[in-house]
């Protein structure tokens, strides 16, 4: 009996340290959670139980963005992208055109459909929403004036489907890039490049890639004269920097301005580097512009922010730049053809 109650004993207590092991396990596991969604400063409960994107590596190539935007009249282009990145890992390196039209042409004949495409690729609805939250601003119905005939002055409204973004460099004005996201800075403390250089000449007028309203606007060391505009379903925050010394923004501009894609926000220069400010300490003129992608307000500032490389976008971007003139009297530049969205109505 004494033997039978020994052991007895000790399995009251393995059971017992089973539980707290388990208990240990369950912590362990929601404070990982918890730092894993924590933005700088102190989360609240409500923020540690959110799920959304952490991080996008976005690596789609320019001549993929052209391909599926032109199928884009018949399927969405954004999905068919995410079919693509599904079953590559988001690796375009081994691209084929034929890939895409093979895939479009089933979809298009109601051989297969997405979501059947969807339910056998496990990440399909992460690409989705990570491409749909870069691109999303970037396509769909608008209005733009025209001239009534060819060389006439009078203009008229036309309606049109497809890419209505912007080269953030208006047309007609040279520039040179090269892909330099990643690369290291060390001005102020280490850190890496978080946006696409476009080199050129000061006085360049830039350009609002998608409409949005102005959210930060002034002088920041390192951007030097710089500007932020949120799209307008808050997904995406464009920021454009080192602007012109003495003239750095479009004269209409203040913090809370409704901006149009294809207007004129401002003026290539090479300020920055600087506390002090309307200095101009960066060596070469060129826009440095940033695209971050917000999918929750944490993640707007700290360590949290989620910036994409921007140079396969500027090359997507560059077959549709905005024309311009410049007003002699205010000396500010403006689009010669106004736009609408339908979300203006």
């Given amino acids: 009996m004494r033997v039978k109650a020994f052991f007895l004993c000790i399995l009251a207590e393995t059971l017992m340290l089973c539980l707290l092991c388990i208990n240990y396990v369950h912590t ?3 404070t990982s959670r918890t730092m894993a969604f924590a933005s700088s400063g102190t989360e609240t409960q409500e923020q540690t139980e959110k799920e959304f994107i952490k991080w996008v590596d976005f690596k789609v190539p320019h001549e993929v963005l052209d391909q599926a935007c032109q199928w884009e009249v018949s399927l969405n282009w954004i999905e068919l992208l995410a079919c693509l990145a599904s079953a590559n890992g988001g690796d375009f390196s081994g691209y084929k055109a034929s890939q895409m039209d093979e895939l479009a042409g089933k ?9 059947e495409i969807a339910a056998d690729r496990k990440y399909y609805s992460y690409y989705l929403e990570a491409y749909t939250a870069v691109l999303g601003g970037m396509v769909g119905e608008y209005e733009i004036q025209v001239p009534k005939e060819e060389g006439a002055e009078e203009l ?7 890419l209505k973004a912007f080269s953030p460099v208006a047309k007609g004005y040279e520039y040179y890039d090269y892909d330099d996201f990643g690369v290291a800075r060390t001005y102020g403390y280490k850190r890496e490049h978080l946006g696409h250089d476009m080199m050129g000449q000061t006085g360049t007028p830039i350009i609002a890639v998608e409409s949005g309203y ?6 920041n060391q390192y951007g030097g004269w710089r500007l932020g505009i949120r799209s307008f379903d808050n997904k995406r925050y464009y920021y454009y920097a080192h602007l012109r010394q003495n003239f750095p923004y479009h004269k209409s501009l203040k913090e809370g301005s409704r901006v149009q894609a294809g207007d004129v926000i401002g003026y290539l220069g090479h300020t920055g580097y600087s506390a002090k400010e309307n200095v101009n300490n960066i060596d070469t003129p060129h826009l440095h512009w940033g695209l971050q992608l917000i999918f929750d307000e944490s993640q707007k500032e700290g360590n949290s922010e989620i910036w994409v490389d921007c140079y396969e976008l500027t090359r997507f971007l560059s077959q549709n730049r905005s024309e311009t003139v410049k007003n002699q009297e205010t000396k500010d530049y ?5 736009m609408r969205e339908s979300t203006e109505d």
């Fill in 28 to 30: 362990c596991r929601k």
């Fill in 107 to 115: 979809l298009v004949a109601e051989e297969t459909t997405i979501q």
């Fill in 156 to 162: 008229v409204w036309e309606k049109r489907y497809g």
């Fill in 214 to 219: 102005v959210e930060a606007m002034g002088w």
């Fill in 334 to 338: 403006s689009r010669v053809y106004a």
